[in-house]
């Protein structure tokens, strides 16, 4: 495949500098792209490296100006390679139909192109809408409903009537639909709580592999529209998580939690049951979140690295701490007396 930077351009709602008749025949990383190649300098960093990139055309922010290579000024650099890198590595289109070694139960309501790969399983009552890719061994339980346009990758499994909206992709392994932790002790066992709700997943969201996303206990657990999350991502029971919010990779977030719009949740970040965090907000990297976060603050408790020995003497001195605390009052007290009484 080769194309004009013109028509790069084109794609990308860019500003040519250079060449635009220059055939482009892939893309590439900005050290690594070729001559016939183009590849993106979004910041600063690589902005300063330019003069040494090898790559045929680059994209670049706007009122870049010329240098050595073609360039194509966009508004958001990133975003527009991500569209290129589209365009040369599109979906691979599957052969439609479903394969014999499926098993499919009744009133299977099944629309146009879709694909159902071998050793999947459809409950009773699936709604499957158009151009839909089920690869081997997807798990659809009863009266699951799926839009249009999704991709679920190999031993997924969504549960008994959960609902997943148009243009989703779920990455492999994932659970929708489990039964939330839910337990009511009487001082000897645990009585399980049943969880009659559902998982709803709106449109245009990726979930990563092996995700674990509960069912509500009564009502539904619900993933708003755009959300993407990473792989390893626990949701609990009755979790709302609002538009365009992501969650990096090992997040944990308790039963009846609240997240807001463009939210970000880092790495390994913990959340405790039953608290709001805000539109907008940012949760960094380990942080254990156990009160409220309001709407664009960034909240964060990951310890940083430092050698091991003297993280060693750090976790010798933690428990100490509250002695500590109570001495340096002791000690503020006595240092304020002293002053009174020079006065």
Request: charged share 20%; glycine share 14%; with cysteine.
């Amino acid at each position: 495949m080769r194309i004009t930077i013109s028509k790069i351009a084109t794609l990308v709602q860019g500003n040519i500098i250079g060449d635009a008749e220059k055939l482009i025949s892939g893309a590439a990383p900005f050290e690594l792209a070729g001559e016939n190649e183009i590849t993106v300098a979004g910041s600063a960093k690589y902005l300063k490296k330019i003069g040494n990139c090898q790559a045929a055309a680059v994209i670049v922010p706007r009122n870049t100006g010329p240098g050595a290579n073609n360039f194509i000024e966009v508004d958001n650099p990133m975003v527009a390679f991500a569209k290129i890198l589209q365009y040369f590595h599109p979906l691979i289109q599957p052969q439609t139909g479903i394969h014999p070694g499926a098993e499919i139960g009744e009133e299977f309501i099944c629309g146009q192109g879709v694909t159902v790969g071998p050793k999947a399983v459809i409950g009773r009552r699936v709604t499957v809408g158009d151009r839909v890719w089920l690869h081997p061994g997807v798990i659809l339980g009863d009266s699951v409903a799926v839009g249009d346009d999704v991709v679920i990758y190999p031993n997924v499994t969504i549960l008994e009537r959960c609902i997943i909206g148009n243009r989703v992709i779920i990455h492999a392994g994932t659970v929708i639909g489990s039964d939330g932790f839910g337990f009511a002790p009487d001082g000897n066992c645990y009585h399980k709580i049943p969880h009659t709700g559902i998982v709803q997943i709106d449109d245009d969201v990726e979930i990563g592999a092996n995700n674990t996303i509960d069912r509500a206990t009564f009502g539904k657990t619900h993933i708003g529209r755009g959300v993407k999350t990473d792989n390893l991502v626990q949701i609990a029971h009755n979790v709302r998580v609002g538009e365009n919010t992501v969650l990096v990779a090992q997040v944990g977030i308790s039963g009846s939690v609240t997240i807001g719009k463009n939210a970000v949740l880092a790495g390994q970040a913990g959340v405790a049951g039953h608290l709001t965090i805000g539109d907008g907000a940012t949760v960094g990297p380990q942080t254990g979140v156990g009160k409220p976060v309001p709407d664009g603050q960034i909240v964060s408790s990951g310890i940083p690295q430092m050698p091991h020995k003297i993280w060693l003497r750090v976790q010798r001195l933690i428990p100490k701490l509250p002695e500590f605390s109570k001495r340096l009052s002791g000690l503020e007290k006595r240092f304020k007396h002293l002053e009174e009484k020079m006065e």
